[in-house]
T-cell receptor, first 114, second 114 residues
Framework: AQSVTQPDIHITVSEGASLELRCNYSYGATPYLFWYVQSPGQGLQLLLKYFSGDTLVQGIKGFEAEFKRSQSSFNLRKPSVHWSDAAEYFC????????????FGTGTKLQVIP | DVKVTQSSRYLVKRTGEKVFLECVQD?????MFWYRQDPGLGLRLIYFSYDVKMKEKGDIPEGYSVSREKKERFSLILESASTNQTSMYLCASGSRGAAGNTIYFGEGSWLTVV
């Protein structure tokens, strides 16, 4: 069965600093990978996704993620964090052949300090 | 824009009550999902449906049932609410096909069982 690990429960960065959120997955074949963001009290919004092609994926709000098969990772990055990026971020993996069954990580809560 | 609407944002129910959580999507999606979100546990799939009147158990179906009588509507039912079902419930929808298709989320329903 597929699984997703987000090793950092909570991260604090200064506004303007760079950000990298880690995500590792476990799945036998090529996965479909997603990053979602959740603002407090809200649902989840898709930031970006990967399922083939270029391993560096651009998303909304200036985020990008890189798929590294050799490391089973799909880390999310942003070169300069804004205070409005404070939220919880979820990495997720889907697999082919299923009815869009997607497994989510436990989330990383990002705090941005001025 | 895709819209997934959960009719109740905040509910307080008593132990033993029957609870209905309603979800409607406006994108003619075949697939609909109910997730439960708890701190430190991420999102866990309760049930999903890939067609009208069809349903599949997710990872934590115990204590829940679902109903899909119309394509756009997917209901989660707690037959006899218990305090351990206090949680945030997220409805989502997506189109049939590759697991790489995006899943879209509603705003969430906060349920407190007292």
């Amino acid at each position: 069965a597929q699984s997703v690990t987000q090793p950092d429960i909570h991260i604090t960065v200064s506004e303007g600093a760079s950000l990298e959120l880690r995500c590792n997955y476990s799945y036998g074949a090529t996965p479909y990978l997603f990053w979602y963001v959740q603002s407090p009290g809200q649902g989840l919004q898709l930031l970006l996704k990967y399922f083939s092609g270029d391993t560096l994926v651009q998303g909304i709000k200036g985020f990008e993620a890189e798929f590294k098969r050799s490391q089973s990772s799909f880390n999310l990055r942003k070169p300069s964090v804004h205070w409005s990026d404070a939220a919880e971020y979820f990495c997720a993996v889907g697999y082919s052949g299923g009815y869009q069954k997607v497994t989510f990580g436990t989330g990383t809560k990002l705090q941005v300090i001025p | 824009d895709v819209k997934v609407t959960q009719s109740s944002r905040y509910l307080v129910k008593r132990t033993g009550e029957k609870v209905f959580l309603e979800c409607v999507q406006d994108m003619d999606h075949e697939n609909m999902f109910w997730y439960r979100q708890d701190p430190g546990l991420g999102l866990r799939l309760i049930y999903f449906s890939y067609d009208v009147k069809m349903k599949e158990k997710g990872d934590i179906p115990e204590g829940y049932s679902v109903s899909r009588e119309k394509k756009e509507r997917f209901s989660l039912i707690l037959e006899s609410a218990s305090t351990n079902q206090t949680s945030m419930y997220l409805c989502a929808s997506g189109s049939r096909g590759a697991a790489g298709n995006t899943i879209y989320f509603g705003e969430g329903s906060w349920l407190t069982v007292v």
